[in-house]
Structures are given as C-alpha cells and as structure tokens.
T-cell receptor, first 116, second 115 residues
Framework: AQKVTQAQTEISVVEKEDVTLDCVYE???????LFWYKQPPSGELVFLIR??????QNEISGRYSWNFQKSTSSFNFTITASQVVDSAVYFC?????????????FGAGTTVTVRA | DVKVTQSSRYLVKRTGEKVFLECVQD?????MFWYRQDPGLGLRLIYF???????EKGDIPEGYSVSREKKERFSLILESASTNQTSMYLC??????????????FGPGTRLLVL
C-alpha cells in the first residue's frame, strides 16, 4: 500500500502565484518523521525540511511554509510568490519510527513549473 | 555541507554488461543508500548499508548487489544489466543512530540507459 500520496502530478503557475503541494501519509506508528525534498532539473535531491510526529507546529522558512495536520494525516507545502527557480519536482517522504532499516517511503512527486 | 558524489552523471550500457555505480560521501556518515527513481513511482530503495561490510535489502533488490569496503564508499552493482534497469539511480547518506531518524542527503544521480 502506498504510504505517501502526492495526488498532484503536475502543477503549472505563473510567477508570483502561490502554490500548495499536498502530501497525505499513512502510518500506524505514533512516532514518525516527515520530509520534503526538492529535485531541480540538475537531478540532485535537496533536503528542505524534517518534522517529527510530536511537533505539529507549522513552519515558515522564507517563501516556504509547511502545514502539518495529524488529524488529516497531511503535511502540505506552500511556496509563496513563486519564482522560476522554484520549478522542480517536489517529493514528500515518510519514515516510521526509529528502526533498523532507516527506510524512507517517498511519494510519486509533484512537478512544479513556474512560468515567467 | 554534506557532499555526496556519484561517479557518473550519465551511463549507456548494453544488455548483459556488468555495471558499477560508485558513491562517495565526505561527512563520515554511517548509513548509505541506493535508490532508483522512475516516473510516477517516486524513489524506491534498492539496498542500504549501516556499516562497513554490512548491507540490507530494500524494496527492490532483485538484479542488484552492493559493496561497502570503506565507510565513505558504497557501490551498486548490476551483475547483468537488463533494459528494465534503465533508470535514474540516486545515492544517499545519513548519520548513524537508532534514536532518531536522521536526514538523508542525496548525490546528483546517475542516469543509466541499458540498450
């Protein structure tokens, strides 16, 4: 079963628009970690944020913000005032409890295209 | 900054060839990982290693093997490449530890085409 669902395959916006990427996860663990990564055209995954399941406080970093809601098992990501450099594939990932396999389960990714 | 490097950005191989993909990290991380990325499927874990000479299967280990002789280097081996192994391969590393899920840092990826 898919543990991380990113329902949006592609999103296209015009520069300066806001864009929200949805991430819904599934786990039975009470301790887990959620991540967002960005993959620009160059290919390298860039780490953006890590949250643990006990910290539901929303976070803002510059134009990026994250909304973590355990009640709906969602960890959504918003880019405010998007720029062309934000064009990339964005992945949400889940790790379930500290465990020996250190496994990350990734969503399928959302491709964001920001047009000038 | 964490630096994870992969030996090749692009590779073209023929069916049946033995293929080596190399990954090196410079942050003394204990854990290293190999993923493959395919459109619509996200990243899937092939193998990982939490110590030198240790390896564990991930979700899709069939057709692959790995080697970790030194802490900083983790190699992915395709014993006999097949066309369905055409993909983007990503290496990652993270600190060791069982108390908290450490962040994985990724290399630039290797695009492998098997003809």
């Amino acid at each position: 079963a898919q543990k991380v669902t990113q329902a949006q395959t592609e999103i296209s916006v015009v520069e300066k628009e806001d864009v929200t990427l949805d991430c819904v996860y599934e786990t039975r663990d009470t301790t887990y970690y959620l991540f967002w990564y960005k993959q620009p055209p160059s290919g390298e995954l860039v780490f953006l944020i890590r949250r643990n399941s006990f910290d539901e406080q929303n976070e803002i970093s510059g134009r990026y913000s994250w909304n973590f809601q355990k009640s709906t098992s969602s960890f959504n990501f918003t880019i405010t005032a998007s720029q062309v450099v934000d064009s990339a594939v964005y992945f949400c990932a889940l790790s379930e409890a500290p465990r020996s396999d250190y496994k990350l389960s990734f969503g399928a990714g959302t491709t964001v295209t920001v047009r000038a | 900054d964490v630096k994870v490097t992969q030996s090749s950005r692009y590779l073209v191989k023929r069916t049946g060839e033995k293929v080596f993909l190399e990954c090196v990290q410079d942050m003394d991380h204990e854990n290293m990982f190999w993923y493959r990325q395919d459109p619509g499927l996200g990243l899937r874990l092939i193998y990982f290693s939490y110590d030198v000479k240790m390896k564990e299967k991930g979700d899709i280990p069939e057709g692959y093997s790995v080697s970790r002789e030194k802490k900083e280097r983790f190699s992915l081996i395709l014993e006999s490449a097949s066309t369905n192994q055409t993909s983007m391969y990503l290496c990652a590393s993270s600190k060791g530890g069982r108390e908290v899920q450490e962040t994985q840092y990724f290399g630039p990826g290797t695009r492998l085409l098997v003809l």
